[in-house]
C-alpha cells in the first residue's frame, strides 16, 4: 500500500489552489472553504455582526479579483487574507470604534458563542472586559491593527507583517506600544495579548 493510500490524498497548499484557480475559477471556493470562518471571527470581532457580512464577502472578492498577482511562493493565503480584511475594516473605523464601545458598555463579546473552542483559545477572556474594549478603541489605528492581528487573528509576527506590508521590526514595535498603552491604562498586563506571546512571534 502507497504512503498517499494509507494517509489520503494530501491537501494542495493555499498556492497550488490559487493557481489552479486561474485557470479554473470555481477552485477558489476552496481558499474560501478554508479561511472564511477564522476572516469571519476576526472581522466580526473588530465591527460586530452587522458590517462584518459585507467586509467579509468583500475581502473574498477582493481576493478572487487579485488572485493572478498572488506571489505563488507563498504557501499560506492567510496573512494575505487578513491583511485585505484589515485594510477594509479600515474603512469602517466609526463601526470599529462603535464595536468597542459596545463591548465596554456591555461586556458581550459578539462572537463568542459562535465558533469553536479551538479559536477562542486564542483569545484572552480579558478581551471581554469592558475596560480593555475602551483602551482598544483609544489606540492608534496602526496599533490596533497589529495587536489584534496577533491577538484575535493568531497570526505571527511575520505574518503580521505580510498582512500589513511593513517590516516585522515595526509589528513588534506597534505591539509593544499597544501593550504599553493598554498597561497604562488598565494597571496590569495587557490580557490580550498576553497567551502563548513567545509561540506566536515568529
Not at 473588530?46 to 487579485?66: K, N, S
Not at 505574518?159 to 511593513?166: C, G, P
Amino acid at each position: 500500500m502507497s504512503e498517499t493510500s494509507r494517509n489520503g490524498p494530501e491537501e494542495a497548499d493555499d498556492a497550488s489552489v490559487i493557481e489552479r484557480s486561474r485557470r479554473d475559477p470555481e477552485a477558489f471556493a476552496e481558499i474560501f472553504r478554508r479561511h472564511a470562518p477564522d476572516i469571519k471571527r476576526y472581522v466580526v470581532r473588530r465591527l460586530g455582526p452587522d458590517a462584518a457580512e459585507d467586509v467579509v464577502a468583500e475581502t473574498f472578492l477582493a481576493a478572487f479579483r487579485q488572485r493572478d498577482r498572488y506571489d505563488l511562493r507563498r504557501a499560506h493565503a492567510r496573512p494575505w487574507l487578513y491583511g485585505i480584511a484589515t485594510n477594509l475594516v479600515g474603512r469602517h473605523v466609526r463601526d470599529e470604534v462603535r464595536q468597542l464601545r459596545v463591548l465596554q458598555r456591555t461586556g458581550a463579546d459578539p462572537v463568542t458563542e459562535s465558533f469553536t473552542e479551538r479559536s477562542d483559545e486564542r483569545v484572552s477572556a480579558g478581551a471581554l472586559r469592558r475596560s480593555l474594549a475602551a483602551s482598544l478603541a483609544a489606540l492608534p489605528t496602526g496599533h490596533r491593527d497589529a495587536l489584534l492581528l496577533v491577538a484575535w487573528g493568531g497570526l505571527t509576527y511575520a505574518e503580521t507583517a505580510q498582512a500589513l506590508d511593513v517590516r516585522v521590526g515595526t509589528v513588534r514595535s506597534r505591539v509593544n506600544r499597544a501593550r504599553k498603552g493598554l498597561r497604562k491604562s488598565l494597571g496590569e498586563v495587557a490580557p490580550a495579548v498576553s497567551k502563548s506571546e513567545e509561540s506566536i512571534r515568529g
